[in-house]
């Protein structure tokens, strides 16, 4: 059974930094695509950083410069450095396959950028 546990939200002040941690388990890991979606309260989820098999690495728009994805195969873990964070980047952040997989969603891990 595949289970994707994220972790590593809180609560920050602008400019501040978080890493968020998402730990795979029952899937051939290090084979897939990953990524980080996030969904803030009444937007869809929106696709915010990717990382091939290989460890090419894609961003949108509104995190580019300011967030890292990696990640750590031995460990099945994909991490999510967010520096200079802002308000608006509040949501919740989940991981997930590149396209997702919609019985792979986890509970996601809450990010609040908030003075």
């Known amino acids: 059974q595949v289970q994707l546990v994220e972790s590593g939200g809180g609560l920050v002040q602008p400019g501040g930094s978080l890493r968020l941690s998402c730990a795979a388990s029952?899937?051939?890991?290090?084979?897939?695509?990953m990524a980080w979606y996030r969904q803030a309260p009444g937007s869809q989820r929106e696709l915010v950083a990717s990382?091939?098999?290989?460890?090419?690495?894609n961003y949108s728009d509104s995190v580019k410069g300011r967030f890292t994805i990696s990640r750590d195969n031995a460990k099945n873990t994909v991490y999510l450095q967010m520096n200079s964070l802002k308000p608006e980047d509040t949501a919740l952040y989940y991981c997930?396959?590149?396209?997702?997989?919609?019985?792979?969603w986890g509970q996601g891990t809450q990010v609040t950028v908030s003075s």
């Open positions: 029952g899937v051939r890991f290090r084979f897939y695509a």
């Open positions: 990382i091939t098999s290989l460890g090419s690495t």
């Open positions: 997930n396959r590149v396209p997702s997989i919609s019985g792979y």
